[in-house]
C-alpha cells in the first residue's frame, strides 16, 4: 500500500527498516518536528502531523528530496502503521 502512496519505484526501494522508522516517528514523535534518515542511499524526510480520528496520525513524506507527499497512518497492529494519501 505505501508504494501507492508514494510512487511505485520509491515506495518498492522502502522495507521493513524505513517503516519501523516511520512507526517510531509516527508514535513518540512531536507534530512538526521532522524525522530524517538514510537507508540504501535514499534519503527519508517525515514529519508526524497531527492526529486524526480512530487513532490514526497525519503525516508528511518526502523521500530523496521529492515533491512531499500528505498522508494518513493508521494502526494496523503493535507497532505497525498503514499508510494513504490524505
Known amino acids: 500500500m505505501l508504494g501507492a502512496v508514494l510512487g511505485h519505484a520509491i515506495g518498492d526501494s522502502m522495507d ?3 517503516r519501523a522508522c516511520m512507526g ?6 512531536r507534530p512538526g518536528v521532522p524525522v ?20 490514526c496520525r497525519y503525516a508528511t513524506m518526502a523521500i530523496d528530496g521529492r515533491t512531499p507527499h500528505d498522508v494518513l497512518a493508521c494502526p ?9 494519501r490524505s
Open 16 to 18: 521493513d527498516r524505513d
Open 24 to 29: 517510531h516517528a509516527l508514535e513518540f514523535g
Open 36 to 55: 530524517e534518515w538514510r537507508h540504501d542511499s535514499h534519503a527519508y524526510h517525515f514529519i508526524p502531523r497531527g492526529d486524526a480520528r480512530d487513532g
Open 76 to 84: 494496523s497492529g503493535r507497532g505497525e502503521w498503514t499508510f494513504r
